[in-house]
């Protein structure tokens, strides 16, 4: 079992960076990724990264814009987010995957965090 708090989010003008954390506790040893969900809409992915951080993977829409990355001896994944959209409102949540690799794939993903806003004004 894997518990995810996600945490950094907030109200920001556009143009402006988040960064995102994701403490994972329990069994840890796990492909994690990020994705959001805006109102009315699909959650959609965003990035995803293996267990060791060497690989790394991204929607082509966030890539040069969102960095995912993580720190194993602090069970944390982060998303750091540069050049804020008012499109990029939405709740962001973290999720685990006991599979290997990287995983883009929603219903590959076992164990979700509660989410957390990230609102940009224009």
């Known amino acids: 079992q894997v518990q995810l708090v996600e945490s950094g989010g907030g109200l920001v003008q556009a143009g402006g960076s988040l960064r995102l954390s994701c403490a994972a506790s329990?069994?840890?040893?796990?492909?994690m990724g990020w994705f959001r969900q805006a109102p009315g809409k699909e959650r959609e992915f965003l990035a995803t990264?293996?267990?060791?951080?060497?690989?790394?993977y991204y929607a082509d829409f966030v890539k040069g814009r969102f960095t995912i990355s993580r720190d194993n001896s602090k069970n944390t994944v982060y998303l750091q987010m540069n050049s804020l959209k008012p499109e990029d409102t939405a709740i962001y949540y973290c999720?685990?995957?006991?599979?290997?690799?990287?995983?883009?794939?929603?219903?590959?993903?076992?164990?979700w965090g509660q989410g957390t806003q990230v609102t940009v004004s224009s």
């Open positions: 999720a685990a995957s006991r599979a290997a690799g990287v995983v883009a794939a929603r219903n590959r993903y076992d164990y």
């Open positions: 329990g069994r840890t040893s796990a492909t």
């Open positions: 990264i293996n267990w060791s951080g060497t690989s790394t």
